[in-house]
């Protein structure tokens, strides 16, 4: 139970208004997209974590997200919700305005639709896009975005 105070303290702390991007740290595609969002990160919405960081482990608990059946992105806000998979990509786009909010369409497409693509994408994407052997350590330009 102090383990979980100890992570809503943090949390509490976290700068106001951000929202926290947990990712899989060790493929490719999921740095690529880390990558893309901090180049249109424009209004500096996003922190981020590696879901296999002892700080990605513990968020997950907090909110109550089982990493055995969820090795996929989650976006946190804090205090708010919290969405996974397909609704987490959506609404990260949205969040980075401009035409990336033209991503609210794929909300018409059931959200057992949209997992079921996102899915089979997570399911390949080492295969397809490779694989770290380990997280990615940010440059010292980036380190404020990470957690």
Known sequence: MEKHSE???????????????????????????VQF????DK????????LQSD??????NYIGVDQT???SIILYNPGTAYYYKSSAAIE??????GI???????????????NYIY???AKNRYKWYGKKESCMIPTPELKAKFL
Do not use: W
């Not at 106001?16 to 595609?29: E, Y």
């Not at 990260?92 to 305005?97: C, F, N, P, S, W």
């Open 92 to 97: 990260i786009a949205q969040d980075l305005g």
């Open 43 to 50: 209004k500096d919405i996003f922190r981020f974590t590696a």
């Open 69 to 71: 059946k969820i090795d």
């Open 37 to 40: 969002i901090i180049k249109n």
């Open 119 to 121: 899915d089979y994408i």
């Open 55 to 60: 700080l990605g482990k513990e968020i997950c």
């Open 7 to 33: 992570i809503a303290s943090f949390l509490a702390m976290t700068e106001k208004h951000k929202k926290i991007i947990l990712f899989d740290g060790v493929c490719n595609l999921c740095n690529n997209a």
């Open 100 to 114: 990336y909010n033209l991503a609210v369409v794929f909300k018409i497409f059931p959200e057992k639709i949209r």
